[in-house]
């Protein structure tokens, strides 16, 4: 099976300014695939390098097998939804359906239609005249009917109050789990992630800092807590990630695929926030190289 | 994509096609009032035609202005209203990154939208031309000069249009922000079109040369400027209808004389004439003046010395000169839909 995403060494360049770069990544296809990291991580010029908007500075990105935007066949095979959800503020919903229809040979105008009626909105109202959560749910609707087999999101309940941010991702997991359709969406939120996605991507000023399964990441690592100690006399198999103390105390998060054998110990299970803050702060601290920090991840 | 292109274009297009319609109701009423009033008063005048001819343009001097300015500045709104904010708008509101989602490659989408408003562009235009043109053709033949009015009659408004419409689309393209695409682009035509005006027109065409006496020509005066010595000016025009480019004196030597070595002459020749040195004709209505024979006197022998030599764009290389124009133009307008097209391929995201 194809991967929906595999970047090599791949960087992007604004004049002297790197928004990413030695990015090295391979996502498995049809996972939900959460892309986290503060803003200007480098997000969105990843996932416009996915959808063939950017070409690499440097190294190789392909999407299902294929260089994006090289031509029709590559553009079909995924569907995006830029930041904001752009639409054309002067035509009607039911013209943003027409577009679609024209524009894309696998349009599914039944789904659309259904859509589109299920969310309440008039087919005559112009889409300018949307609210925020209508407008990112109508963009969803054309990325979803032109039936792609990857969706990338760019930041798509960033601009939603949290009722829409819930039905939007509602949505989402609903075609997910009907089409079988492989997703990648970005966020500065850990918490709009959590819930829906399998898959982790954390970028950190330009790198991967983190990237795995979920379930795999969350059971490899640990939160120890004991009596104060030096956190270099861990054993070898753990990897340590981050270590605090106080006085009496130290509290470590390290990942290891062994037991915590260490009576001293207290272990307890992490969360993906935990997860998420803990590498952001080691890379942001330097402390790790992407490079490196990938390594521990495999 | 033709089909979105159209639906995108469709408001602006019909509206300017329903303008255009209002305008050519009103050309056909007026117009045909316009020839009626031509037949009854210039076509078959034998005497006092001046003033016939005086009355005629009277009743149409508003409305052949508003013509007049309507083909000036035609070209210049299309590419300000659909040149421009082609593919500046879609930067701008980030509906690019929709468009070029779909299942529709840029390269594609970008050809589209340049032929598809491009055509409309010149369409429109052309309509433009041809009412205004066909309206102002009794005007026209009363004026004494076609040329004078080349910019705004005739196929190079077309011209002017697509050269318009296909800057204002790259420079929207380049700049990514309407408002200031629009001023731009209106700069840059404006410039190219005073620039042709200036420096281009006058070259297209080699012209055609004729003799003209001195006696003959349309100004012949003993001037000085600036109080430096007495010379001789003068100033003759080609054919009716034709275009002249410049005016050469040239002695019975055939060379082409400076101020200083006609001055030369009239000192040499006629010292009597001086000061003060205005045309005869001004003497005419003050009497016979002492310095009025020898000034008579000087022109005849100046006018056996030199001669007029006028270059000029005969009358009948009009309609040769339009399609020049218009094939200039039209390249223009591929080279910068050729940029627009190269930047949103290559160089934007």
Redesign the interface.
Known sequence: MTSALEAVSLGKRYGHHWALRACTLSIPAGRVVGLVGPNGAGKTTLL?LA?????PSAGTIEVLGDRP?T??AT??R???L???S??????TVG?HL???A?????WDGGFATRRVADLGLDLRQRAGTLSGGQRAQL?LT?AIA?RPELLVLDEPVASLDPLARREFLQTLMEVVAAHGVGVILSSHLVADLERVCDYLVLLVAGRVALAGDVEELLASHHRLVGPRRDPAAIPSDQVLIESSHTEKQTTLLVRTDGPILDPAWTATPVTVEDLVLAYMRRARDGEAPAASGLAVVR | MTRFAWLQARTQTLTSLALLAGLGVLAAITGVHLSHLYTSLVAHCQSGCDLATGRYLSHAGFLSQCFDLLARVGPALIGIFWGAPLVARELEAGTHRLAWTQTVTRRRWVVTKLGLVGAASVVVAGLLALTVTWWSRGIDKVNTNQYALFDRRGIVIAGYAAFAFAVGAFIGTVIRRTVPAMATTLAVYAFTLVATTAWVRPHLLSPATSTVSLLHADQFDFASSNGSALTIEAQASGPPNSWTLSNRLVNSAGHTTTAAERAAFVHQNCPTIGIPASAPSAHANAGPLPGNTAAEACRTQASKEFHLVVRYLPADRYWTLQWLELGIFVSLALVAAVGCYWWVTRRTS
């Open positions: 416009h959808v063939g908007l950017l070409e935007g031509g029709p553009l079909a995924s569907g995006f830029a930041q904001d752009p639409g054309y503020a002067r035509l013209q027409q577009m679609g024209w524009l894309n040979p696998r963009a054309l032109k």
